[in-house]
């Protein structure tokens, strides 16, 4: 059964900065479309980024200019750096993989200070 295993969230100020890692187990990430999302209380989960198995990345308008998303596939790890955080940045961070179907991790908290 493919896993995912977010790392990295936690608290941090506003205008800060933060990295978030998923590592996925098994052989298709390579082959796959990965992508961050996250879950504000009362709000439903929405796409952060996304990234291509060819790199190709899109991004929410919000976020867009200030978190980047990358890959490295012979660790089957994805990336999301986060930078000049906001309060409304806070949520659970979800990682996605997207291969015949969809796959997520359990989720890290990412709180930030106002």
């Known amino acids: 059964q493919l896993q995912l295993v977010e790392s990295g969230g936690g608290l941090v100020q506003a205008g800060g900065s933060r990295s978030l890692s998923c590592a996925a187990s098994?052989?298709?990430?390579?082959?796959?479309?990965m992508g961050w999302y996250r879950q504000a209380p009362g709000k439903q989960r929405e796409l952060v980024a996304g990234?291509?198995?060819?790199?190709?990345?899109n991004y929410t308008v919000s976020v867009k200019g200030r978190f980047t998303i990358s890959r490295e596939n012979d660790k089957n790890t994805v990336y999301l750096q986060m930078t000049s955080l906001k309060y409304e940045d806070t949520a659970v961070y979800y990682c996605?993989?997207?291969?015949?179907?969809?796959?997520w991790g359990q989720g890290t908290q990412v709180t930030v200070s106002s």
């Open positions: 990234i291509t198995s060819v790199g190709n990345t």
């Open positions: 996605n993989l997207r291969y015949v179907r969809s796959y």
């Open positions: 098994g052989s298709i990430f390579s082959i796959s479309t």
